[in-house]
């Protein structure tokens, strides 16, 4: 989708604080409030804008190890990585995955309190999802970038 000069006025805004009022934006951006209102709207309906959440410090909520896991499956069968995919989006600690290509078939970004929780997961929950060959857990020593906002870039003329 090709976004006006606005719109990613708008975008930039909204990553960098999410709880701006709709004055403040329009303020922000250059527009009056129901342009600017109009614009965010559209934005949601077209799934441009997915939610809003708050940004916490996972440490301070007591999840002190952040693990990346390496995971092959055995079997590349669609209902086989379905399945996988399926159960992966269940499990809480697991707060983001993809399916990757090279010598893996997915990535899973895991939190835990500490490293016995982690291992305690990784053995009990990650090694018993259906399929798994290989998993390779790759621990996060320091957040140098952690994701804070896309780059938004695309520009209608």
Not at 64 to 81: C, L, N, P, Q, Y
Request: hydrophobic share 45%.
């Amino acid at each position: 989708m090709a976004l006006d000069r606005t719109e990613i006025k708008i975008l930039r805004q909204l990553q960098a604080d999410a709880r701006i009022t709709n004055q403040a934006l329009a303020e922000k951006v250059g527009v009056s409030p129901s342009p600017c209102w109009r614009k965010v709207h559209s934005l949601e309906e077209e799934k441009v804008i997915l939610g809003y959440r708050a940004v916490l410090d996972r440490k301070k909520i007591g999840l002190g190890v952040m693990v990346f896991v390496r995971v092959v499956i055995d079997s590349h069968s669609e209902t086989e990585a379905r399945k996988f995919e399926e159960e992966v989006a269940a499990l809480e600690n697991v707060v983001s995955c993809y399916s990757i290509g090279g010598d893996a078939d997915f990535l899973l970004q895991v939190v835990a309190q500490d490293l016995d929780s982690y291992a305690d997961f990784a053995m009990s929950v990650i090694r018993r999802l259906p399929g798994i060959k290989e998993m390779q857990s790759m621990f996060v020593l320091k957040e140098i970038k952690p994701l804070a906002a896309l780059p938004i870039t695309s520009q209608k003329p």
